[in-house]
């Protein structure tokens, strides 16, 4: 299942059956996509009291819309966005697309494709109560593992173990409340796999994970949903 790393200086392909479309964009000059976004998420945006907040959130959106509208040979904001129960956007089901954003400080990663696909980007850095989240979010495997690892080795397996588990969960439409219910690799070691959804040990057939470095100081993770004619 490729994926394809995707960049602003290419033109735009169609995404190939089989292919996942990854982006990557910097979350600046909020004001040149604020007219691409629609009334009610200029209500949302307008809600937020921290101007770095607001302005992250119009560039993020703004252009995961301009992107879209690539694909779909839209205007951006005639995209024709719903959300789940779960709060997860996505296309009308007429579409064939599927999409998922995910930005943290200063930075957004888009994927699209034409399965379930889920992005999760951090920032690297410590933090501060990783043992603890661990141990509330974390299955008992991946804690034990935790455990054992250096401790030197612990902050890169938490935020890599984490951006993999959400990718996972945001391409299903779930929240961190089942961060639990998902068992990742967590080795520096380990290829990067889901090895059990909601108890069921046979889901890491149905999906693929993957990590890359989407700038310096940045981790993500994307979780694809393999076509089924292709697993074996």
């Known amino acids: 299942m490729p994926v394809v790393f995707c960049t602003t ?5 169609p995404v190939r059956h089989g292919d996942t479309h990854v982006h990557v964009a910097a979350l600046n ?36 819309r301009e992107l879209l509208g690539r694909y779909l040979q839209l205007e951006p904001r005639a995209v024709p966005m719903l959300y789940a129960d779960g ?4 296309l009308p089901s ?7 954003i995910s930005h943290t400080d200063g930075l957004a990663v888009f994927a699209v494709g034409h399965t379930r696909v ?19 979010f974390f299955t008992r495997r991946e804690c034990s593992l935790f455990q054992s690892l250096p401790p030197a080795d612990r902050p890169n397996a938490f935020l890599r173990a984490w951006t993999c588990k959400e990718a996972v969960l945001k391409a299903i439409g ?59």
């Open 174 to 232: 779930r929240g961190v409340q089942s961060l639990d219910c998902c068992d990742v690799t967590l080795g520096d070691d380990e290829r990067p796999a889901l090895l059990e959804l909601d108890g069921d040990r046979t889901a890491g057939q149905r999906w693929e994970i993957f990590t890359w470095e989407p700038a310096a100081g940045y981790l993500a993770a994307g979780a694809v949903e393999r076509q089924m004619q292709n697993v074996k």
């Open 29 to 64: 000059d909020a004001g040149a996509f604020w007219n691409h976004l629609t009334d009610e998420e200029r209500s949302r945006a307008e809600r937020f009291r921290l101007a770095r907040v607001r302005d992250q959130f119009v560039a993020a959106r703004g252009q995961l």
């Open 94 to 100: 007429d579409f064939s697309l599927h999409f998922n």
């Open 87 to 90: 709060g997860k956007p996505h």
């Open 118 to 136: 889920g992005v999760d980007v951090e920032r690297v850095r410590d933090v501060p109560d990783a043992e603890g989240l661990v141990s509330r």
């Open 9 to 13: 200086s290419e033109p735009l392909i």
